[in-house]
């Protein structure tokens, strides 16, 4: 699952996405008729507008403004996640499956300890972070639709990791940037992706980090080019 993620503004792999939607026509329009501000730093949540990576009318590479989660009439909120197994399945989802993939950028995302009480009941419990083992980016898959003009988002989920089955069942679907292109592009098959997800996966401690001091030793070690 995931329902909570985190934008280290500073992250070099992001300057080119946030600053071309920051740049957009789209992005004032989207402002002045919603009155939503994006979200590029910091911890993110459901409702957030956020810099998303999909394809242009031409079907090339590029960067919007969208807001994370389909809004469905009689739900109790908005739809943030969705099975990346079924999705094909479901009406809600097909079309989007099919003909709109995006990708969210992340510096990493957050899971809660899940563990049943004595009576039986799931629990949450500590915070963690949780990204790709070496890399300071988390490219999450997921699949969009508008809601009259607005571009609206839900992440892809899977089967989890043994590491993190300890967490929670299910975990959102991750590629290496290599698979970008791909997974965006309307006539590509997205199921042909599903082999390059990611597994390998650091968690540490869920606090903000903040203090570079707190961070794995790999990420104090890499040179970061601004």
Same mark, same amino acid.
């Given at each position: 699952?995931?329902?909570?993620?985190?934008?280290?503004?500073?992250?070099?792999?992001?300057?080119?996405?946030i600053?071309?939607?920051?740049r957009?026509?789209?992005?004032?329009?989207?402002?002045?008729?919603?009155?939503?501000?994006l979200?590029?730093?910091?911890?993110i949540?459901?409702?957030? #507008?956020?810099?998303?990576?999909?394809?242009?009318?031409?079907?090339?590479?590029?960067?919007?403004?969208?807001?994370?989660?389909?809004?469905?009439?009689?739900?109790?909120?908005?739809? *943030?996640?969705?099975?990346?197994?079924?999705?094909?399945?479901?009406?809600?989802?097909k079309?989007?499956?099919?003909?709109?993939?995006?990708?969210?950028?992340?510096?990493?995302?957050? $899971?809660?300890?899940?563990?049943?009480?004595?009576?039986?009941k799931?629990?949450?419990?500590?915070?963690?972070?949780?990204?790709?083992k070496?890399s300071?980016?988390?490219?999450?898959?997921?699949?969009?639709r508008?809601?009259?003009?607005?571009? *609206?988002?839900?992440?892809?989920?899977?089967?989890?990791?043994?590491?993190?089955?300890k #967490?929670?069942?299910?975990?959102?679907?991750? #590629?290496?940037?290599?698979?970008?292109?791909?997974?965006?592009?309307p006539?590509?098959?997205?199921?042909?992706?599903?082999?390059?997800?990611?597994?390998d996966?650091?968690?540490?401690?869920?606090?903000?980090?903040?203090?570079?001091? $707190?961070?794995?030793?790999?990420w104090?070690n890499?040179?970061?080019i601004?």
């Amino acid at each position: 699952m995931c329902t909570r993620y985190f934008i280290d503004e500073d992250t070099p792999e992001f300057n080119d996405v946030i600053d071309k939607v920051l740049r957009s026509p789209f992005y004032v329009r989207i402002v002045s008729e919603h009155g939503n501000s994006l979200h590029y730093r910091g911890e993110i949540k459901p409702t957030d #507008l956020v810099p998303v990576i999909a394809p242009n009318k031409n079907g090339n590479r590029s960067a919007y403004p969208m807001k994370w989660g389909f809004t469905v009439t009689g739900s109790s909120g908005p739809i *943030v996640n969705a099975r990346s197994e079924s999705a094909h399945l479901k009406p809600l989802f097909k079309e989007s499956w099919e003909k709109r993939r995006c990708i969210i950028p992340a510096s990493w995302y957050y $899971e809660w300890e899940h563990f049943k009480t004595g009576d039986g009941k799931t629990k949450a419990g500590s915070k963690y972070m949780i990204q790709p083992k070496g890399s300071m980016s988390t490219w999450l898959c997921g699949i969009y639709r508008f809601e009259g003009n607005l571009p *609206v988002f839900t992440i892809l989920t899977r089967e989890p990791s043994d590491d993190i089955a300890k #967490l929670h069942d299910r975990m959102p679907l991750m #590629l290496p940037p290599d698979k970008i292109n791909d997974w965006i592009s309307p006539g590509s098959d997205p199921k042909d992706l599903l082999s390059y997800a990611i597994t390998d996966l650091y968690i540490g401690p869920g606090n903000d980090i903040k203090d570079i001091n $707190e961070r794995p030793d790999w990420w104090k070690n890499t040179q970061r080019i601004n």
